[in-house]
């Protein structure tokens, strides 16, 4: 893997959403789609009200993101959003 693709469109993030609705979206979609969420207003607004999607984010991150995992993500995230906002 060269480089991790952290930033989805909003098309795809919204896909992503849906998609956890019928349990068919991968735990690294739903990674994709929680970063998404973090710097995009429109799509926070567009699974505000889908409280499924809230649930199966917060099992998953119980199960599967233990701290150091997720501080790695953190930085690797930090650098992601870096670089992008360089370009
Ligand atoms: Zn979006």
Redesign the pocket.
């Known amino acids: 893997m060269s480089k991790i693709k952290f930033f989805i469109?909003?098309d795809d993030?919204?896909h992503v959403c849906d998609k956890t609705q019928y349990k068919e979206a991968t735990l690294w979609e739903m990674i994709k789609l929680n970063i998404?969420?973090l710097y995009?207003k429109?799509?926070r607004e567009?699974t505000k009200n889908n409280a499924k999607l809230t649930k199966v984010l917060k099992k998953s991150e119980v199960e599967c993101l233990d701290k150091k995992c997720k501080e790695s993500m953190k930085l690797d995230f930090e650098k992601a959003l870096k670089e992008h906002s360089d370009q």
């Open positions: 469109p909003c993030a919204n998404h969420l995009c429109f799509c567009y």
